[in-house]
C-alpha cells in the first residue's frame, strides 16, 4: 500500500475536485424558538396583564426580581409567586444623550436600575424613565411604572412605557 503524505500547509481547488478532501455543501432550513422559561415566561405574562411578580426563596428569605426558579444566593430552588408593587426606588443612573444606534439626543434618555417595592434590598430591574428633569434626579428618587394601554401590551418589559417620579424629593 502506498503512503500518502500531504503537505498540511496548502489546499488547492484540485484536492477537492480530486476527493483528497472530505467536505459537505447544503443549504440548512435552521429555524429557531425561544422559550423564557418557567420563570420568566410566568413573568412576561404578568406584565402583559399589568402586574409585577418575583420568586420567593424561603432558604434564605429573599424576594426576586426578575424571578428566577433558584436562588443564586443559596442556589436553592424558589418556593413561590409574590405579587409585587409597580413602585420603587432609583438605585442608579444614567443620562445618555446617543441612542444605541449612534444618533445624538438634545434631551437625554434615563436607563435606571430601580428597586422595586416589595422585592429584597437591591432586587430590581433597569428600565428608562421619564417625566422627569434629569438636572433634579437623584439616587432615592421614588418612581411608579407607567404602563402601555392593556390593548398595546405583548408581554414584554416594555409593556411598561416608563418609570415616573411618584413625588419630588424633599429639600434638605
Known sequence: ?????????????????????????????????????????????????????????????????????FCESCFRPTDRWIPLEDTGTVLTFSRCYVTWNMVQLEKPEIPAVIEIDGASRGMGIMHMLGEVDPDTLEIGTR??????????????????????????????
Open 143 to 172: 418612581v411608579q411604572a407607567v404602563w402601555k394601554p392593556p390593548e398595546e401590551r405583548t408581554g414584554s418589559i416594555t409593556d411598561i412605557a416608563y418609570f415616573r417620579p411618584l413625588e419630588p424629593l424633599e429639600e434638605e
Open 1 to 69: 500500500m502506498e503512503e500518502f503524505v500531504y503537505d498540511s500547509k496548502y489546499l488547492r481547488r484540485d484536492d477537492f475536485e480530486e476527493g483528497r478532501v472530505l467536505f459537505e455543501t447544503w443549504d440548512p432550513n435552521a429555524q429557531y424558538a425561544w422559550d423564557a422559561g418557567v420563570a420568566i415566561g410566568r413573568y412576561l405574562q404578568e406584565l402583559k396583564a399589568g402586574r409585577l411578580v418575583g420568586r420567593s426563596c424561603s432558604a434564605c428569605n429573599r424576594i426576586l426580581i426578575p424571578p428566577r426558579m
